[in-house]
């Protein structure tokens, strides 16, 4: 009788349906006209920095694309915490390269390891400026060759500030997540928030400059889908 | 020397105490430009840069920021050693006991200054910053007062031989502007430690408007249209009220020192020697202002932000020189200061020279 009720149970179990980890992708647009970026000049004045340069580059706080794609924004689910897998998750890399941060913007989870590189024949001086108690500030030098540093932060933080004071328009913004939730627009203002578990979320988009928006959305098997267009202001 | 002996003015004293302001003067500039550059951090440890030997850090490295930061520690240096001279050769060769406390003093004040600028880099405090410039104004008014004290001019003064009162009002007057302008620093040195640029980047109108709007929305907006080459953090409604108390201010000072002016050519005569200094004081006001309206229009140029800095301390000390005049002066004419001494200096010093 006993062996009969568990086959049972199983055979139900093997028919019931079950719900899959989907991802939530979307588009990231922005409508109006942004901002005259400036042309970072000082960086053609040092002869460390203007290698490789023909003209000074531009600051790039709205990467806006020809159809109004937006990339740099942050998009992630509002409220989830404790979710973080950063200890094992892969390190995310912040390169200095022609005197600029690539990327200038990102994110990672806490705990998750920022391996910052140099890849610049000059020193710099890798200063990050958390504002949240529990992330730790720290100033250090990085000569040119220099081994790599890295860095981890134990408390979320939207668009923690890592700059060079050596080179005052060097400047990058991390922003920590306490989950893997989260993704980046790309240049097309495209992004996708992978292995999202079955459920209702509000998702988040935030742009530096522009502000958050949000959306409620529902993750079913086949994913979920979230778009968000700023406006300028 | 005998402490009790005749004092006369030193020459060579009074020249060294005014080279020791000048290298001040140089040093309060050099330290406007690491501000304005924002390279304060650009050299990450302390007292040695770099891991070097402040004085023997290589000059092919003195690159970007660096070479903002390190040239302000090593003009630091030479300030330090100057006043140690200063307050030694006034301990030794000066008969007023009080200007070897003031020289003391000083010597005090250029460590506590160096040891504040140090933990400023070390505990990366930019709070720190602000006492950092705060003292380094009072400290240049320090020096400049004993370069007065150490001149003919003052012992001259003090002897009763330039003796002339000049009214309480008018002394009054200029000690209030003088503290305004002092509270005007201290408002601007929060505002540039704050690293958020320029709060409002229009002028003489704030964003558009007599009075701009401070309500969520309207910074949200005025933070989204901003794009700076340095890209400072984002600007708040305290900053923005911050930089509209350093223009409302900036004309009351403007006003007030039209007024010591005024008064003090009035009162005084033009060729007395106060109310050519408030002439002067005048004559700066004019050149705060337009630097001040500059900085702005040039979306705070290093270099125009760091002149703004450099004749807002000269506004200061002159300020504050006119009041130690003024009120040394009044003193030395009242019936027993003859006898009395001034500032500790006798009538019989003038005998000397």
């Known amino acids: 009788m006993k062996t009969s009720s568990f086959f049972l149970l ?14 939530i992708t979307g588009v990231i647009t922005f409508k109006g006209t942004p901002p005259a970026e400036k042309e970072i000049t000082p960086i053609m004045d040092d002869a460390n920095c203007n290698v490789g340069y023909t003209k000074a580059p531009l600051t ?63 020193v710099h001086n890798v200063h990050n400026k958390p504002t949240v108690d529990g992330n730790k500030e720290s100033n250090d030098v990085q000569m040119p060759g220099g081994a790599d540093l890295t860095y981890t932060f134990a ?14 328009w060097m400047f990058a913004w991390v922003t920590v997540f306490d989950s893997p939730y989260f993704a980046i627009s790309d240049k097309d203002g495209k992004f996708t928030i992978k292995n999202v578990p079955p459920g209702k979320y509000t998702v988040e988009a935030v742009h530096r400059k522009l502000g958050t928006l949000t959306q409620e959305v529902e993750v079913k098997d086949a994913g979920a889908s979230a778009s968000f267009t700023f406006e300028a202001k | 020397m005998s402490k009790t002996a005749p004092n006369k ?16 003067f ?14 304060g951090m650009s050299v990450p440890d302390w007292p040695n840069t770099y891991g070097y030997n402040m004085f023997t850090f290589p000059i092919s490295k003195w690159v970007g920021g660096i070479f903002y930061e390190h040239t302000h520690r090593l003009l630091a240096s030479a300030v330090g050693l100057l006043t ?21 003093a000083a010597l005090l004040g250029v460590i506590a200054q160096g040891i504040l600028g140090g933990l400023r880099v070390t505990m990366r405090m930019d709070s720190l910053g602000v006492f950092h410039a705060t003292i380094a104004q009072l400290f240049f008014i320090l020096i400049c007062a004993m370069t007065l004290f150490t001149s003919r001019f003052w012992i001259e003064l003090a002897g009763g031989k330039r003796a002339f009162f000049v009214s309480r009002s008018l002394r009054t007057l200029v000690l209030a502007t003088t503290f305004l302008i002092f509270a005007q620093l201290i408002i601007a040195a929060t505002m540039r430690h704050q690293h958020a640029g320029l709060a409002i980047a229009d002028f003489p109108l704030a964003y558009g408007k007599i009075w701009p709007a401070t309500n969520p929305t309207a910074v949200a907006s005025y933070n989204a249209r901003r794009v700076s080459v340095t890209e400072e953090a984002p600007v708040t409604a305290f900053q923005i009220k911050l930089q509209m108390a350093h223009r409302v201010v900036a004309l009351a000072i403007f006003i007030l020192v039209a007024a010591c002016a005024w008064q003090a050519w009035r009162r005084l005569g033009g060729k007395d020697s106060l109310a050519k200094l408030a002439i002067f004081w005048l004559a700066l006001m004019f050149a705060q202002i337009a630097l001040g309206a500059w900085t702005i229009w040039s979306n705070k ?12 301390a000269l506004s200061l000390v002159t300020g504050a020189l006119w009041c130690i005049i003024g009120f040394g002066r009044s ?20 005998a000397n020279k």
């Open chain 1, 10 to 23: 199983m055979a139900t179990l093997a028919f019931l349906p079950v719900a899959n980890a989907a991802d």
């Open chain 2, 9 to 24: 003015s030193n020459p060579w004293l009074f020249r060294f105490a005014i080279l020791t302001a000048f290298v001040t």
């Open chain 2, 331 to 350: 003193a030395a004419s009242l019936p027993d200061a003859q006898t009395s001494g001034v500032f500790g200096v006798q009538t019989s010093m003038l």
């Open chain 2, 84 to 104: 140690t001279v200063l307050a030694v050769w006034l301990w030794l060769a000066d008969t007023r006991k009080w200007m070897h406390w003031l020289g003391l």
């Open chain 1, 155 to 168: 408390k979320p933080e939207p668009f923690l500030k890592f700059q060079c004071d050596v080179h005052p």
């Open chain 1, 60 to 122: 790039h706080f709205y990467a806006v694309g020809a159809k109004g794609e937006l990339a740099d924004v942050v998009v992630s689910l509002k409220g989830i915490t404790g979710k973080s897998t950063g200890a094992s998750a892969a390190p995310v890399v912040l390169d200095q390269k022609g005197c600029l941060y690539v990327p200038t913007i990102l994110a990672v989870q806490t705990g998750q390891k920022i391996v910052v590189k140099n890849s610049d024949s000059c």
């Open chain 2, 26 to 39: 140089l040093l309060i500039g050099l330290g406007g430009l690491v501000t304005s550059h924002g390279a």
């Open chain 2, 301 to 312: 140029a290093a270099d125009v932000a760091t002149l703004h800095v450099m004749v807002g």
